[in-house]
Structures are given as C-alpha cells and as structure tokens.
C-alpha cells in the first residue's frame, strides 16, 4: 500500500463517508466551502469516526484551500443538481475542478464520483483541467471515474460495503485507481474498460429504478380505480422467482429523480432521444399532484383546520429533504390548511420548515394526520393517541397498523 495523501473535496454523504474509510490507511483531507459543515464535522467528530475504529485516525477536514496543496489524489464528491430547465448544473464540479487545478503536479490523479451523464470526464473536465493546470493528460496527470453507489439510510449499503465501479484515462491509471479502492471497499472493485462505461453505469442503475417506479405508479393508479390493492398484487406477484418488486411512490432526492434527466441530455447533444426515460420522469413527477388531490377530496369531506404531516424526508430512514416530493406535498397542502410538520430524523434547526418534536404531536388538536415517508418509526405508531379522536388518519403508503385511509 502506497503512502498517498488523499484530498476528497466536498463532504456531503458521500464525499464524508468516502473520507473516513480512506483516513483508516491514508493521510486524508476532506475539503468543503461550506465553512459550517466544516465546523459540524468538526464538532461531531467522535460520532461520525464511532464505525471507523483505527489506531490513528488520519482525517483532517477544512475549507482552508492551502491544506490541499501536496495531495498525490483529489477525489471529486461534489453535487451534480439540475436548474430548473430540468438541465444539468455543472457548476460546482467546473469550480472544485478549477480549484484542485491549481494544485496539481506531475503524476497526480483527479477521481471524480459525482454523478455525470457518459462523456462530461473526457468532454468537460480533461479539458477544463488543462486548459487550468498547463498541464497534459496521461502525461502529466491521469483521471478517473468512479461512480458512488452508497445507499443513504442504509448503513450496510456505504462506500466500503459495495462493489466499487473503476476506470481510467489510460492503463496505468486504471491499475492504480482500481487498486487505491480495493485497499478500501470490503467487497472489492470491478474495473470497466472506458471512462464512459463507468459513467454509464451510473446512469443505468437509477435509470432502471425510475422506469421500473413509474410502471407500478401507473399500474397503482389504475388498479385504485377498479379497486384493486398494489401492495397486495405485488406481493403475490413476489412468490415468481423472477419477478423484481417495487413499490408506488414520490420519488425524490439527488439521484433517481435527477440522473435521469443527465442522460436525456447527453442523448439530445448525440441527436437522440430517449422517450421511454423521459415518459418515466414525467410519470413519477406527476405522482404529487396525484397524490396531493386524492388527499384534498378527502380532507373535503370532513371539517379541517388543522392537520399533522408526519415524514418529510426525500425517502424513508433518510435524514435529508434535499428534492424532498413530501416536503413539496406539505407545502402545497398548507396552503389549504394549517400544516404542523414532524420528522423525528430531520434536523429541528432548519428555520424554513414548521418543524415540531415529535413529542409534542398529542398535546396538539389535529382534525387530519397525513402519513408521509415511510420511516420505521410509523409503522407500529398509533396516531390515534391524539387530541380530537374522530380526527382522520391518511397513510399514503399504508404502512401503518392504525391508519383508516391509505393512498397509493
């Protein structure tokens, strides 16, 4: 094992995660803009290094950019959103790459895992990384691509629990990149041969999700109008070998929800297109609305003033409300009815949210509790222990034992 100093830049889940397991073997900084992120990590260390055990931690993490500087390896975390053209937003992959490269020297490697449509490494940042640097691909610096894979709310599904994806921009490159993780990832890695194909992995895996999401949302709908339950179809549909479930839902987040809409792009700038791909994110966009107007016929019937919307998370035993479909669903009911909002696993500090403890949801008269995320914690939760008893109870997943009224 080599003695690298490795800089990952941006700590958000991935690049966080991907810094503690690389700071068991190697001298490792994790670098962020974000100056209070930086500060939280610091603060939270103990907590975050509890599952990453080693004699002498090696992880320093800053939004000081001369700590950067000697770095044999930049491993690249940073978001890839899109705008609200539904186009993807480089920006802060064009920025974290102009910044390391000022730093690079002979025979650093520049890693990228954010999430990239097939093309953008070769297209985009070998150039832009030249063009900065003065320096020359496979002669001068090598690049890689690495697509993350982590499961956020999973702990057995992080960086080192999964088979990790690797390339390069040439040989050598590949070798050491593909060696670099194996020292790291339990379960090893599988080398592809181009950097495309890598990140078209990516691509691939949330692509798939998203169709595979959006047949049984159409399917639920229709079954709900010949009542007809989903769950109970899929469920005898399970006992075929072969058959792969999934579930209805609102579909959110940085990945199933966005990376879709890279690989449209990338087929639209090669004079293609993909109608199947595009018809699917239309179909799980539109699952709000649909969503949101069965709530409202409902709540129409009774008499509402107050209701409680119990799981705002982008998915369910996730912290993060990042594209969030439920936080959206909320929203658009408070604009009807005064909405208090709970999530036991989103952070009570963001001001922007009506966030209240969870404690606090039966010394509170509710005339409606909406059920929205499917976190663990609901499903045995008797939300009948509340203040109006005659109050209703709408479970859009139906996962609770209490609920009278479920939506998809």
Not at 55 to 80: G, M
Not at 184 to 196: F, L, N, P, R
Not at 355 to 363: A, D, Q, T, V
Request: glycine share 4%; hydrophobic share 35%; proline share 2%.
């Amino acid at each position: 094992m080599k003695n690298y100093e490795i800089c990952i830049i941006g700590l958000g889940n991935v690049g966080l995660d991907l810094a503690l397991n690389f700071s068991k073997h190697y001298q490792t900084i994790g670098y962020d803009i974000n100056k209070k992120l930086v500060e939280k990590i610091k603060v939270e260390k103990k907590k975050y290094l509890k599952n990453f055990e080693a004699p002498k931690n090696k992880l320093t993490v800053s939004n000081n950019h001369k700590l950067i500087i000697n770095c044999d390896i930049y491993i690249i975390t940073v978001p890839t959103p899109i705008n609200k053209e539904n186009k993807p937003d480089l920006y802060s992959i064009i920025e974290a790459t102009k910044l390391i490269s000022k730093f690079l020297s002979k025979n650093n490697i520049v890693i990228y895992e954010s999430t990239f449509y097939p093309g953008l490494t070769e297209e985009v940042c070998i150039p832009l990384i030249e063009k900065e640097s003065k320096l020359k691909i496979n002669k001068d610096f090598f690049v890689g691509y690495s697509p993350e894979r982590i499961n956020i709310g999973e702990e057995s599904k992080m960086s080192k629990d999964i088979i990790k994806i690797t390339s390069g921009s040439n040989k050598l490159a590949t070798k050491i990149i593909d060696d670099l993780y194996r020292s790291i990832v339990k379960s090893g890695t599988y080398c592809v041969d181009s950097i495309k194909i890598a990140e078209a992995t990516k691509m691939l895996e949330n692509c798939q999700r998203d169709l595979n999401i959006a047949m049984i949302n159409e399917l639920s709908k229709f079954f709900k109008k010949i009542d007809i339950d989903t769950k109970k179809v899929i469920e005898a549909a399970s006992t075929k070998w072969n058959f792969i479930p999934f579930s209805a839902g609102l579909i959110g987040g940085d990945c199933i929800a966005v990376d879709p809409y890279y690989l449209i792009h990338s087929a639209e700038k090669n004079n293609s297109k993909l109608p199947l791909i595009r018809l699917s994110r239309e179909t799980n966009e539109q699952m709000v609305n649909y969503v949101y107007n069965i709530i409202v016929k409902e709540l129409s019937e009774h008499k509402i003033d107050r209701l409680a919307f119990f799981g705002i998370s982008y998915k369910e035993n996730c912290n993060q409300i990042n594209n969030s479909k439920y936080l959206e669903l909320a929203n658009k009911l408070n604009e009807l009815f005064f909405v208090d909002i709970y999530d036991h696993l989103v952070e009570k500090s963001n001001k922007e949210l009506n966030l209240i403890e969870i404690r606090n949801y039966e010394k509170i008269k509710y005339d409606a509790v909406i059920i929205g995320s499917k976190h663990e914690k609901y499903k045995k939760m008797n939300f009948k222990n509340i203040k109006n008893k005659k109050a209703l109870i709408i479970d859009i997943h139906g996962i609770n034992l209490f609920s009278n009224k479920s939506v998809l």
